[in-house]
């Protein structure tokens, strides 16, 4: 609940949070998902959390440009992170067939899947606090 609390008030165009999470628990229905995307892991986990944007609420620009991708982004990102605090580890899944996704979960028109990261409810192994600063590190002095 903390997890998706965080990810629900993430900040967005507008403040507008033109998002839904559908968290797939049941395992007759993440087996069913292997329509959408068959890698084992993605189906087997003990949950997966699906990102879906609301078209009818994202805020557009002048020019008509829809931020909901933006959007959404922002909160999975928040959801991965709040997910990592807790020393849990997330995949965020792109590469899925967004059709199946929403026939499967029986999503309603205005409802279109954005992303399917997958929550992985084990604890993360090698990940220290020091290791975690010093590849920060790294990474701010890489070119």
């Given at each position: 609940k903390r997890i998706l609390e965080v990810?629900?008030?993430?900040?967005?165009?507008?403040?507008?949070?033109?998002?839904?999470?559908i968290v797939v628990r049941k395992k007759q229905v993440r087996e069913k998902l292997k329509a959408a995307y068959s890698r084992p892991w993605f189906w087997t986990a003990p949950v997966v959390?699906?990102?879906?944007g609301i078209t009818s609420e994202a805020w557009r620009r002048s020019d008509g440009k829809s931020y909901l991708d933006v959007d959404v982004a922002i909160a999975m990102d928040h959801l991965i992170l709040a997910a990592t605090a807790e020393g849990l580890g997330t995949c965020w899944i792109g590469a899925f067939e967004p059709f199946e996704i929403k026939r499967i979960l029986n999503l309603p028109l205005d409802l279109s899947s954005i992303n399917a990261p997958t929550l992985v409810l084990t604890r993360l192994e090698n990940s220290s606090a020091v290791e975690a600063a010093a590849f920060l590190v790294s990474c701010d002095i890489s070119i």
């Open positions: 990810a629900r008030i993430a900040p967005s165009a507008t403040n507008a949070q033109p998002w839904r999470f959390i699906c990102a879906c």
